[in-house]
């Protein structure tokens, strides 16, 4: 097999990688490359297999950790937006009925259902204390 077919599959193996960045298709595209190189040396198709496989595990087993370890290691401190609601003050729109199973607030702008352990008149001010599933648990500030 030509090394430029080799070549090709590793650039579409890393520009694959910009859209999954878990360093898993950057692996098979440096065993590809490692490949390529078996392949332009003249050395037929099971040593570039071989040291596709072995390019490609390696990378796997002693790249792939270290580099994801390094690109999430803040990734334990991200809140999606529906956790960062938690603490922050809301107004309640829909008077809030917890028999009724009624009510919604209005957070940074956006409108949640919500309930709380006892009524609340629109216009009240409160604060989000969890949120289960879609529905906003508050309490009155």
């Known amino acids: 097999m030509n090394y430029y077919i080799y070549l090709i599959i590793a650039v579409g193996c890393f520009a694959g990688e910009v859209f999954t960045m ?3 298709l950057a692996c098979l595209g440096i065993g590809l490359l490692g ?3 078996t392949s332009w040396l003249g050395l037929g198709i099971w040593w570039q297999v071989g040291v596709f496989a072995f390019v490609s595990g390696a990378a796997w087993i002693g790249v792939r950790p270290f580099a994801l370890r390094h690109l999430y290691r803040n990734s334990k401190h991200v809140k999606t937006p529906a956790e960062d ?3 922050k003050t809301a107004v309640v729109e829909t008077a809030i009925d917890p028999v009724q199973n009624t009510g919604r607030v209005k957070v940074e702008g ?3 259902k919500a309930t709380a352990d006892k009524k ?3 216009g009240t001010q409160c604060v989000v204390e969890k949120l289960d599933g879609v529905t906003l648990t508050v309490r009155e500030k």
């Open 120 to 122: 609340l008149p629109a």
């Open 35 to 37: 490949a390529s190189l």
């Open 85 to 87: 609601v938690i603490g």
């Open 22 to 24: 878990e360093f898993s």
């Open 110 to 112: 956006e409108s949640w």
